[in-house]
Every structure is written in structure tokens, then in C-alpha cells.
């Protein structure tokens, strides 16, 4: 029996939830609530939409946090400045912050505004080389790459172009799998 790849799990490209750079944030939900909808029984719904620039390139993602991290624009100039994407922090740090930034002091009810005004673009992340992988990668290789790097997902690439989305929910119902076969 020959080893499954990284391509064997994936979920291609054109199954996956995607919106062009140019749209809302309001749109990007949208797509990911319609992506989630089409999921079949048992399959796990997306939890990121991909951004694809004007030549249907992947040119970034946009997951949960994403979302709320592009509500409050605020965290963009904070995060940057003081050096804090991926830091731990006790929660009474996390609520000096929020006072001292006056994070989240518009309501909460402006949500709508806010998500028809901001652009994906604006707030997307773009991929870092640890989070793509080759489609012809080792299961193996991905689970390094997602362990060591806290990933969610891997974007898969085949001869430089992203094809698909390697997602840490189907590499574990693939090892939770072979487990119970045992």
C-alpha cells in the first residue's frame, strides 16, 4: 500500500471558500457560512476563507480571528508596534490593554457598518513560507509543519501555485483513523 500524500487529504482549491481581495468582510462571511453549508455529514466546515488576488492567485486568509482582529483596527497598529502577534498574556494584562487602547470602545452593535465598510485586503494574512506545503509531501511532513508551527491549515502547492488547503481537523480524523484500526 503506498503512503497517502498531503494531496490525498486535502480540500482542492475549488472546494474551499474563497473571496477576491476586494471584498467585504461582510462578503467573506458570507462565503464561509455558504462554504460551511455545503460541507456533507461528518465533513468539518471551513474555518477560514482564502483571499485570491486579481489573477486567482491566493494571495492571503482570513480565519475566526482574523475577523474579529479586523473589527477593531486598532490591534493592527498595537500588534505591529509593540511586537505582540503571538504572545501570552495573563488576563488582567489583557484587560489593562484593553482600557489603556480603549479597545472595543465603539459597541459592539456597529458590527454591520464595520463589516460592509473593510476590505479583506486590509486585513488578511498573508501566507508565511512555513504554512504552505507541497501536495506531494508525507503525512508525516505535515504534521511536523503543523505541530511545530501552531497551524490550523496548510495551503498545498503544486509547482509554485496553491491547490488546496491541508487542514489540521482532517490530518486528525486521518491519525484518529489508524488509531481505532489498531
Known amino acids: 500500500m503506498e503512503p497517502k500524500l498531503v ?14 481581495d476586494s471584498a467585504t468582510l461582510q462578503e467573506a462571511v458570507l462565503a464561509l457560512e455558504n462554504a460551511s453549508a ?5 465533513q468539518q466546515p471551513h474555518r477560514a ?6 489573477g486567482g492567485r491566493v494571495a492571503g486568509k482570513v480565519g475566526f480571528v482574523d475577523v474579529l482582529r479586523g473589527l477593531e483596527p486598532k490591534y493592527r497598529d498595537l500588534m505591529e508596534r509593540r511586537g505582540m502577534a503571538h504572545l501570552g498574556f495573563t488576563r488582567q494584562f489583557l484587560k489593562g490593554m484593553l482600557e489603556q487602547y480603549n479597545l472595543w470602545e465603539e459597541p459592539f452593535d456597529d458590527i454591520c457598518r464595520k463589516a460592509s465598510a473593510w476590505h479583506v485586503r486590509d486585513f488578511m494574512v498573508a501566507p508565511a513560507d512555513n504554512e504552505l506545503i507541497e501536495a506531494t509531501a508525507t503525512l508525516g511532513q505535515a504534521a511536523h509543519q503543523i505541530v511545530m508551527g501552531h497551524h490550523q491549515s ?5 509547482t509554485g501555485r ?21
Open 7 to 20: 494531496r490525498d487529504l486535502m480540500v482542492p482549491l475549488p472546494a474551499y471558500a474563497t473571496v477576491a
Open 154 to 158: 496548510l495551503l498545498v502547492t503544486d
Open 49 to 54: 476563507v482564502l483571499v485570491l488576488d486579481a
Open 38 to 42: 455545503r460541507c456533507g455529514p461528518g
Open 162 to 182: 496553491v491547490v488546496g488547503v491541508l487542514r489540521l481537523s482532517d490530518l486528525f480524523a486521518e491519525v484518529a483513523g489508524r488509531i481505532k484500526a489498531c
